[in-house]
């Protein structure tokens, strides 16, 4: 899989992250690789790759912006059990929970076209 985004993920509960990888791995033109930690307080890592380029990336990178934007935000009672950071290539790590979905989708766009 070619990656295109990782994000490291922090839940108090392995459900969060279940819940999660099924619901990108639903969405068509995307790869997910989920590489759960050892460590309980580790977090874990989630690489997503868009398959396709063109109009197709653009729709898959605009369907997982708001996946993961509804993930952290639909619960809100679980909100603050959950966190994600975007690594950037530069080794940076963004909170995305304060960022839009269409900044999300940016983000994801701009990392495709760096690979």
Sequence with gaps: MDTTI????????????????QKLKHE????VDLVEPRDLKAPALV?????KHGERAESAAQRVA?????FLHDDASAAGQKQMLLLTIEGDRVDIKTLS???????????RENE
Excluded at 66 to 70: K, M, P, V
């Design 6 to 21: 990782t994000i490291e993920f922090f839940s108090d509960t392995k459900e969060h992250l279940k819940m999660l990888e």
């Design 28 to 31: 068509r033109d995307v790869d």
């Design 47 to 51: 690489a997503i790759g868009i398959k």
């Design 66 to 70: 708001q996946t993961l934007y509804s």
């Design 101 to 111: 979905v269409e900044q999300i989708k940016e983000i994801i766009l701009e990392a």
